[in-house]
T-cell receptor, first 112, second 113 residues
Framework: NAGVTQTPKFQVLKTGQSMTLQCAQD?????MSWYRQDPGMGLRLIHYSVGAGITDQGEVPNGYNVSRSTTEDFPLRLLSAAPSQTSVYFC???????????FGSGTRLTVV | EDKVVQSPLSLVVHEGDTVTLNCSYE??????LLWYKQEKKAPTFLFML????IEKKSGRLSSILDKKELFSILNITATQTGDSAIYLCAVESKDEGADGLTFGKGTHLIIQP
């Protein structure tokens, strides 16, 4: 099925560990982005990419890295996990300026 | 800095009632305003609004944008328990380097049978 696929769905990390959240889309969308959702805070933009080889920071980029080597994939790396990074992470993609954004099903991350 | 404020933050109504959800925004170079419905998982797209005064409609849901007063409303008529969700409003800017969506905190709507 066409859409945005995120893995894993759940993850528990210890403080200081690193990991990569995967995001892949098969709709040939040029635009991809990562958000985190915290209670009472809404969704906040972490990083985004307007095409392969191009990435930029969003509102809350600290502690996260991204790369965009292909149109399809946009992984999010946590370099050294902290409890403040406990959150639900969503990846989204779109054809810019067209009918909204398509979101993945989310990754629930807990850092202990 | 772009800003989106939704009200109310939570709302409890009975099945069959009509509800109006509000979204006001500040954005330096407006491109579009989007409404999403979020149940247990990912937000799902409802409407994209770019022009003032034109109502978008889908079944019992409708939305309109006022670009002069910088707000949008989402109406749900004859509410059903399946309408219970968090409704998110977001704005998109045209500014170069200001990509992505700025979201409000959402309205948590509960429909009681």
């Amino acid at each position: 099925n066409a859409g945005v696929t995120q893995t894993p769905k759940f993850q528990v990390l210890k403080t200081g560990q690193s990991m990569t959240l995967q995001c892949a889309q098969d709709m040939n969308h040029e635009y991809m982005s990562w958000y985190r959702q915290d209670p009472g805070m809404g969704l906040r933009l972490i990083h985004y990419s307007v095409g392969a080889g191009i990435t930029d920071q969003g509102e809350v980029p600290n502690g996260y890295n991204v790369s965009r080597s292909t149109t399809e994939d946009f992984p999010l790396r946590l370099l050294s996990a902290a409890p403040s990074q406990t959150s639900v992470y969503f990846c989204a993609s779109s054809h810019r300026g067209r009918r909204g954004y398509t979101f993945g099903s989310g990754t629930r991350l807990t850092v202990v | 800095e772009d800003k989106v404020v939704q009200s109310p933050l939570s709302l409890v109504v009975h099945e069959g009632d009509t509800v109006t959800l509000n979204c006001s925004y500040e954005v330096t170079n407006f491109r579009s305003l989007l409404w999403y419905k979020q149940e247990k998982k990912a937000p799902t797209f409802l409407f994209m609004l770019t022009s003032s005064g034109i109502e978008k409609k889908s079944g019992r849901l409708s939305s309109i944008l006022d670009k002069k007063e910088l707000f949008s409303i989402l109406n749900i008529t004859a509410t059903q328990t399946g309408d219970s969700a968090i409704y998110l409003c977001a704005v998109e800017s045209k500014d170069e380097g200001a990509d992505g969506l700025t979201f409000g905190k959402g309205t948590h709507l509960i429909i009681q049978p």
